[in-house]
């Protein structure tokens, strides 16, 4: 195995050319509307790596391939994979059918893409949609490259992709680039809730709970809040 690859749990790696075969393999299973947001979120993840976290590069292309593997399905196919996979479904999430397919996406990985079962890679596509109390970096990653990627034309995402890159966060020093990673999540958190409000729909608590965190730990840190 070369520095370049990443074992999975049963001891499988991957590289430039498993990364290559999974970009055709997930290609065929979406449409091309939702291809080209894949691949723009792969690339996206990839710029926001150069800037983390260099080093998980391969891992969080690999979950950004993955991260919508089910987003197609119709809420009811969600249900029969939740129950074929395991995953627990409790009375009312069917009001927040978006939030179904980061959790059967996650728990596909393992049994049809098993090279790429690497506990990075499966928790960031469980909570790219939702996000979650405790995110960590490569989690955030994934999370902001969805929000974020370049196929975007949704003025929010707009919004967002300019609020994180007209501050030239590859001139920060790590800590403020964190703080700056932060404040943007805090934003998208924040357009997120006025959305799902706005449209009458339900919040999930991991959102919630994602928002508090990070504002927490940013008026810890002394950033205070925008
Ligand atoms: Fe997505």
Redesign the pocket.
Known sequence: MNRNQHPGRDGASFGEAELSALRNRVGQGMSPK?LI??LA?EQMTARLCALYCPEETDLLRAAALL??IT?ELKTEEQLSLCRELGVPVAPGDELAPKCFHARTAAALIPRKYSAFDHPVVVAAVRW??TGHEGMTLTEKLVYLA?YI?ESRTFPDCVALRNLFWDAHPEDMAPEERLSHLNRVLIASFDMTVRNLVAEGQIISPDTVMARNDLIRQSVQAGDGVQ
């Open positions: 939702r947001h894949t979120v991260h919508d987003k790219h949609t969805d990627d």
